[in-house]
DNA sequence: CGGCAAATGAAAGACGTCAATCATTTTCTT
DNA sequence: AAGAAAATGATTGACGTCTTTCATTTGCCG
């Protein structure tokens, strides 16, 4: 009943325990009849490798380096934060997570590094260094995984969402933009134009994830337009959206943002806005972590593509105690 | 630099590993003071106990009790198989899960039973038993956690979801409940009736979870108010939602129902329906195993609220290869 | 067939914890 | 203070794998 051990399988190869763990761990010096006979006892008896009881004996622990971007968008000091919480939560499993700026050297050695919404050039120094990088939030070419939202398909659920509280009338919706530049914006406003329609969707402001910027900007347009019955806030800076729409009062436009925030959560609660959408950077944080594990063990994981969180004001999880 | 062990602790506290052993798993025979001296010395080093270690020599395997409603409801089926999916998948956890039909004798020796949607009866025999018993889908007194959806918000957010859509016009929403004697169905209605008041809710209809009876009670219903502007299906049957729905077109009402399986999908696709909240099976059995491990280890975690994934034919996840 | 390299086997000591046994010390009782 | 009970210490062999060392066997070459 018990699964089999490595003991096992060289019995059953007719091997000794030796020449077993050479083909197992790849150690060379064993002829290739053997080495068959290894596979297909283990194939034949199912023989998986006790991890936990390999790392106990390597003393292996899992060294992994995060890079976060500084500052404290309320969205990426909830990434940092998760990292801390996910730390804490696997120090038993010999995981150990070290944060770092995305600006710091070059990465210290470690098993494999998760970059969370980087630039190009960070993933090249560290491919460069042969560590496995993994990427959270925003992909880029190069990295071996990628973990978060499918972007195109949360623009068209915005885009669906405006399309409902539209229902008959016609809709001019505004795209708020944090940069023309990013794929993760570019995506979500090509999905919300794949619901709209040319004639719905107003061309794009762009605020660069700034809250003074977007109160500027946006205030303005909404002033040029009055005409304006959506908002689609594609970045970061919505802080600077709240109190417009509490100054618009009961004709407000229908406001789509993305992420949950103190914030955006407050902005439900008070009826300034209808809906977020939210990349829930706990989960994203911890699928990185088990993928990273997966990496480091050998394995080859794919991506993994985070469903979103549509929250409106009857939804909203409690805050945590 | 090295995580402190056991011995570190006995050699700290001026203790034997023995005692220090004694103390940590509770085997008695120690004197106070060297208890809280052991207690201290674990505090100051901040010692945690290796758990792959624990188990490797334990030689301990969780296994653990499902017990899932027989039938296949589409969504149940998938429950059953995210057991499934994950037995394999934690093979390797030392997990074994033991996946049985709700009506079949006792519990087997086993470390923790989950039920999934269960009548009060099955539980009452796993307590008797001295089981621990965590509750999936629906709650129910006696178990150590509930893992699943807040069905109030849950009902909110349709109610909610029907507002929006029903915007500047005035909804009649008729609820298609499965069992007026359900606590969740009864909650989700409450939900709905929080947020769309008494002129635009109106009495539920009970159809059994049953399509066929669906079929029958939705059709006559709806050629008996011609005025009903939108549909909350509460619970299960939705098979027989869709057809209907083909067949009044263009002016169909607004759809809103729980879980994505199958027939909810293509009624998604086929813009017979309009938003589908689902409550993730497989995190939710994912999760439901992690509360169980934690619990058969002795640690006491709470209930795990599951956000519910809320989708249009926009966002629907691509199916699994 | 001698000699050399390659292949194999045997063994042992980690890793950190569990669990059990037995010997020894300390503490309490009367 | 003697004897019983309680507490502690010391030790050992698992658990399954990794890693290294050393001895032995096998195959191949000229």
Redesign the pocket.
């Known amino acids: 009943m018990?699964?089999?051990?490595?003991?096992?399988?060289?019995r059953a190869a007719?091997?000794?325990?030796?020449?077993?763990?050479?083909v197992?761990?790849g150690?060379?010096?064993?002829?290739?009849?053997?080495?068959q006979r290894v596979r297909q006892a283990i194939e034949d008896l199912g023989?998986?490798?006790?991890?936990t009881?390999?790392?106990?004996?390597?003393?292996?622990s899992y060294r992994f380096a995060a890079y976060v971007p500084p500052g404290d968008h309320g969205f990426f000091s909830a990434i940092r934060r998760a990292f801390l919480d996910q730390a804490e939560a696997r120090a038993g499993q010999r995981i150990t997570v070290d944060l770092r700026d995305e600006l710091d050297g070059p990465p210290a050695d470690c098993d494999c590094a998760v970059l969370a919404g980087a630039g190009q050039e960070r993933i090249d120094a560290l491919i460069a260094g042969d560590v496995p990088v993994v990427a959270l939030v925003t992909d880029m070419p190069g990295a071996r995984a990628y973990i978060g939202i499918d972007n195109l398909a949360a623009g068209r659920t915005a885009g669906r969402l405006h399309r409902i509280a539209h229902r008959g009338r016609h809709a001019r919706v505004l795209p708020v933009m944090g940069s023309a530049s990013l794929r993760d914006h570019r995506d979500r406003l090509a999905g919300m134009a794949e619901i709209l329609g040319a004639d719905s969707l107003l061309p794009p402001i762009e605020v660069r994830d700034n809250p003074d910027r977007m109160r500027d900007l946006l205030g303005q347009a909404l002033r040029a337009d009055p005409g304006i019955t959506g908002i689609y806030s594609i970045g970061a800076g919505n802080r600077g959206l709240i109190p417009l729409m509490r100054d618009m009062g009961g004709n407000r436009p229908f406001v789509v943002l993305h992420e949950l925030t103190p914030h955006s959560r407050a902005g439900l609660l008070d009826d300034l806005i209808d809906v977020v959408i939210d990349q829930k950077p706990a989960e994203e944080v911890a699928c990185a972590l088990d993928v990273m594990k997966a990496i480091a063990d050998g394995e080859t994981p794919g991506s993994v593509t985070i469903t979103p969180a549509i929250f409106f004001k009857e939804n909203l999880p409690g805050v945590p105690a």
């Open positions: 018990r699964n089999p051990t490595l003991h096992d399988v060289a007719g091997v000794s325990y030796s020449t077993a763990d050479r197992l761990n150690r060379g010096g064993v002829a290739m009849k053997s080495i023989y998986r490798r006790d991890i009881a390999a790392n106990l004996s390597r003393r292996r």
